[in-house]
């Protein structure tokens, strides 16, 4: 069209663009419509403020919603925003009042989102048009001076000033022409007769009618109005209704009715008869809606999108038979129906975060877009609970996607985040989206022993460079950041360095012992192991290892008592009076070692009298088997053989003289006294103790069981023998430990009685059992009311040594100890 062109001063005028930053960075820019690809509209660097140069390195570019054209670009090296794309308001919006593209700035490192809106300012690129080339219109001769004809309407696709504006109607004798708007701002004409036709004098007039728009220049658009005279029809048909309003769901199925127009002529006949059209309509008007002439009846032939139109206005003409018309308008308005899935779109393009990011760290940007419109297009985003992440609005339609708690690489490397977009339709319509991100690793994880600590049992005297124990540490990172190496953390043994009794692999974490261990010299020692990683920087923890040496029976009982002092023997005198089954004396030994291999067994091996004595297995008490009979040597000689329960076994013997006699004169010194050591007695009995043993190791244990089970109900508080021994007979290092030790705290003596003793002092026992009073205290502060005075009994000092068992019972009668003298007896 040659009323297209406009002058380069014209469009100069017209390009007045204005840009306006919104509160949430956004730009407006206003421009006519058509101009030429490459036009600049703008400079958004200098609006946004930012240095051009910053602009490519920031990867700029336009950004469209969905499937939208780009109608501008960006020109990275000057920051202007250039025309793409042919832009037809028209063609875009239609008879929308304003037209308004939405695009997008997106500015990266860091990410930026601008909108910008484009206001399409409409030209005068269109002349107005009428529907038809020629009006025709049937008039009555009839018709009085001042009847109006309503004529078409003209159409013109511009808006505003550059829409129709005014109509004019060629200089006649019969006609005039009347100009009018209509409720919504449009111009109509109807033809006013001015002057009563005369069908005999004229039957027919061509009228030339001219639309004319209100651009600068204008345009016009011209129709040949056709009249024919006729006979008299007075009588135009009238709609029940000026204006039909409606009101259509889009998707609404084919072939629905919309409304029915209906209009009535008093006429009667052919002058009556009323037929239905529309006036001035689009081709997709006629493609989705058609008007039964008869009935008036409209229906839905084609499909009805609210997102491609929202609002329809049809002219619908009625004509009577001779050709009066008149016209309704039916506004059919288009409500949505939620039909549009929601869309989301990832725009981020690294799927890799480091594991030791920060809560609140923005790792990729959302975008959901829905075509519906009202609560049909408005979006609710979220996604699953069991991630640590969230979604935050951010723009329009934005969202970010935000860390809400530590990340672990170990515990899980990678998420699969399902993001689900629900619009708040009826019923609502969701779509959702997966997106992989990985956890990167980081050296954060140290070493983690299998165990909480470590106990190793090596047997004492074990061979240097046997392998003690294996640790072992895993790290949960990945590659060199979890690989674990062993080291001993340098500390002292026994006042040596830990390297000279251990030594660990580096790689398998498996301990050598570097030396012999001896149970008896230390039964076990702490080292601690060092595990590091090989992460930048490394991380390393530690545990530790409890050596416990394992005893070996290689030790000998060792006999305290009797023991024999310088060169003198220990001799125990025994009552004649003596009953049996009374204790006469007691053998006690000790064995290094511990466990099974310090349980001891005592046997007599051989005897004066063999069946005059017994010895008890467990105790080493020798007690009085039978009565004492004058045949009965005096002199007693009994050999007695301590065995351990080891494996081998091992033995140590004693010698022990009993003398029986109610005199202590009688005593002969242990010089005089001799016996007769026959080896081959001696093997003998040696060897009947050694097969002894194992028969008597299940009686030993039910024997102990028993008599801790008594003592638990009966506490002793006195022992029950009259032999002692002095706490100088106990080896420092022969200290009961945990209940296992050889010599049990009940016969920890205090005193002794022997005839080799060279002093005249005499001591009452007392046990060391912990539920008695200490020994210097005594055995019972109550039972040691007065003083003892032994030379009551015994008439000179040098005779101390030669009171008999009889006088020491008297005494303790007299003091009433009978608990004491029950046992004693």
Known sequence: MSTRSLSVGGLTLVLCLFM???????????????????????????????????????NARIDTEGKQKRYCDINVNTGELAVAERIDREGLCGKKATCVIKQELVLENPLELH??????????????????????????????????????????????????????????????LAVSTNSDGGKYSDLVLDKELDREHQRELTLILTALDGGTPSRSGTVVIHVTVLDANDNTPVFSQSVYQVSLPENIPLDSNVVTVSATDE?????????????????????????????????????????????????????????????????????????NVPTIVYKSHNNQVPENIHIGTEVGIINV????????????????????????????NYYSLVTTGELDRELNSEYNITITATDQGFPPLSSSKTIHLSVSDINDNPPVFIEQFYSAHVKENNKPGSSVCTVAATDSDWRQNGTVVYSLLPTDVNGAPVSSFLSINGDTGVIHAVRSFDYEQFRSFKVLVLARDNGSPPLSSNVTVNVLIIDENDNSPQILYPSLEGNSLMTEMVPKATRSGSLVSKVIAVDADSGQNAWLSYHIVKATDS??????????????????????????????????????????????????????????????????????????????????????????????????FCNRKKPRLLFDGAVAIPSAYLPPNYADVEGMGTLRSTYNYDAYLTTGSRTSDFKFVSSYNDSTLPSDLNVKNNYLASAVDLEGLCTHESQVLNCSRIHLKKFIQNNAWVGFTSELT
Not at 27 to 39: A, D, V
Not at 283 to 301: A, D, Q, S
Not at 630 to 648: A, F, T, W
Not at 654 to 672: H, Q
């Open 369 to 396: 877009q829905d075509r519906d419109s009202g609560s049909n297009g408005q979006i609710h985003c979220s996604i699953q609970d069991n991630v640590p992440f969230k979604l935050i609005p951010s723009l329009r």
């Open 20 to 58: 306006a930053r919104t509160a949430y960075g956004d730009l407006s820019y206003s421009f006519p419509e058509e101009m030429k690809r490459g036009s600049v509209i703008g400079n958004i660097a200098k609006d946004l403020g930012f240095s051009v140069n910053r602009l490519p390195g920031r």
């Open 611 to 708: 069946g005059l004595f017994t010895i008890g297995e467990h105790n080493g008490e020798i007690r009085l088997q039978k009565d004492i009979s004058e045949s009965i040597n005096m002199k007693q000689n009994l050999i007695v053989s301590v065995k351990d329960n080891g494996e081998p076994s091992l033995s140590a013997t004693c010698s022990l003289y009993l003398f029986i006699s109610d005199n202590l004169a009688e005593v002969p010194e242990l010089k005089d006294m001799s016996y007769d050591e026959s080896s081959s007695k001696l093997t003998f009995y040696l060897i009947i103790s050694l097969v002894s043993v194992s028969t008597f190791f299940l009686t030993f244990i039910i024997i102990i069981l028993a008599v801790r």
């Open 115 to 176: 909108r910008i809106s484009l206001n399409v300012q409409d030209i005068n690129d269109n002349s107005p048009k009428f529907e038809a080339n020629v009006i025709k219109i049937e008039i009555r001769e009839s018709a009085v001076k001042g009847t109006r004809f309503l004529l078409d309407e003209a159409n013109d696709a511009d808006i505003g000033d550059n829409s129709v504006r005014t109509y004019t109607l060629q200089m006649n004798e019969h006609f005039v």
């Open 267 to 339: 006429d009667d006949g052919q002058n009556g008869e009323i037929t239905y059209s529309l006036g001035h309509i689009s081709e997709e008007g006629k493609r989705i809606f058609f008007l039964n002439r008869k009935t008036g009846e409209i229906t839905v032939t084609g499909q009805i999108d609210y997102e491609e139109e929202s609002l329809y206005e049809l002219r619908v003409l009625a004509k009577d038979g001779p050709g009066l018309t008149s016209y309704s308008k039916v506004i059919i308005e288009v409500t949505d129906v939620n039909d």
